[in-house]
T-cell receptor, first 112, second 113 residues
């Protein structure tokens, strides 16, 4: 079982739609959580951290359910510029070091 | 912009040749990381550094070595490149927050023929 699992998609949605991505993680001791965005042939960029109480940044809402080991990202009013791959990322202790574990990503295409 | 550059940005090399990739940062970050990204896999950690001359292995370190003689530079070396090391390599730094947020360089696309 992968440590961080995501539905690879692709998700093809019209402009203005609401779309949700889900992610599950296997390590119940995971400490912090993130969503990154990666455009084609570019580096991953931090989109937002995910906090236990849920958090919002403009059109983006992230939720964390520690009991179910589940993270979600909701994008409202999708824009063409939201087309990208979204990476679910979990921070764990590995020995004495903190390390990030990345999901394989969910591909989103927003259609005009 | 996290002030990270990587060189070269693209490289084609032959099996068995040594290859060194460079990561350079301008903001004096202590932690630096090397990842590789392959289709169907998430980014996987190769090696990381927690200070000058302080490095440790990640998940996929076999066939790779690293060095950090200055805070700003973190080098990744493939001693004898193999076709399985064809990949996109990303360098990252740990930001100043407490949650281990990391910020990535633009990547190096390496092809081993």
């Amino acid at each position: 079982r992968k440590e961080v699992e995501q539905d690879p998609g692709p998700f093809n949605v019209p402009e203005g739609a609401t779309v949700a991505f889900n992610c599950t993680y296997s390590n119940s001791a995971s400490q912090s959580f993130f969503w990154y965005r990666q455009d084609c042939r570019k580096e991953p960029k931090l989109l937002m951290s995910v906090y236990s109480s849920g958090n919002e940044d403009g059109r983006f809402t992230a939720q964390l359910n520690r009991a179910s080991q589940y993270i979600s990202l909701l994008i409202r009013d999708s824009k063409l510029s939201d087309s990208a791959t979204y990476l679910c990322v979990v921070n764990n202790w590995v020995g004495s070091a903190r390390q990030l574990t990345f999901g394989s990503g969910t591909q989103l295409t927003v259609l005009p | 912009d996290a002030g990270i550059t990587q060189s070269p940005r693209h490289k084609v090399t032959e099996t068995g040749t040594p290859v060194t990739l460079r990561c350079h940062q301008t903001e004096n970050h202590r932690y630096m990381y090397w990842y590789r990204q392959d289709p169907g896999h998430g980014l996987r950690l190769i090696h990381y550094s927690y200070g000058v001359k302080d490095t440790d292995k990640g998940e996929v370190s076999d066939g790779y070595s690293v060095s950090r003689s200055k805070t700003e530079d973190f080098l990744l070396t493939l001693e004898s490149a193999t076709s399985s090391q064809t990949s996109v390599y990303f360098c990252a730094i740990r930001g100043t927050g407490s949650r281990n947020e990391q910020y990535f360089g633009p990547g190096t696309r390496l092809t081993v023929t």
